[in-house]
Nanobody, 114 residues
């Protein structure tokens, strides 16, 4: 059973930072694109960032503040989040996707509040 496992969420003040991690055992990062999504209360789930062998992409709302990266040897993808804003408050989900499979983590809560 492939199950992405997120960690690193928490409560942070505006302007602060957090680093999320997602470990996905049992897959090859060579063929999977890794995504971070988020879902705020009462809102639809939205794509935050993605990374593959060919590209990294970001939502306009996080460009310049968030950085996605990965360590293939550890099957781990990271999301470094700087200059956090209250509107970044959401449950953050890790998604591993190939042409044949689509795996989701359980999510980690990020709350930005003073």
């Amino acid at each position: 059973q492939v199950q992405p496992v997120e960690s690193g969420g928490g409560l942070v003040q505006p302007g602060g930072f957090l680093r999320l991690s997602c470990v996905t055992s049992g897959i090859s990062f060579n063929i999977y694109t890794m995504y971070w999504y988020r879902q705020a209360p009462g809102k639809q789930r939205e794509l935050v960032a993605s990374i593959s062998d060919w590209s990294t992409n970001y939502a306009e709302s996080v460009k310049g503040r968030f950085t996605i990266s990965r360590d293939k040897a550890k099957n781990t993808v990271y999301l470094q989040m700087n200059s956090l804003k209250p509107e970044d408050t959401a449950v953050y989900y890790c998604n591993a996707r190939s042409p044949y499979h689509d795996y989701w983590g359980q999510g980690t809560q990020v709350t930005v509040s003073s």
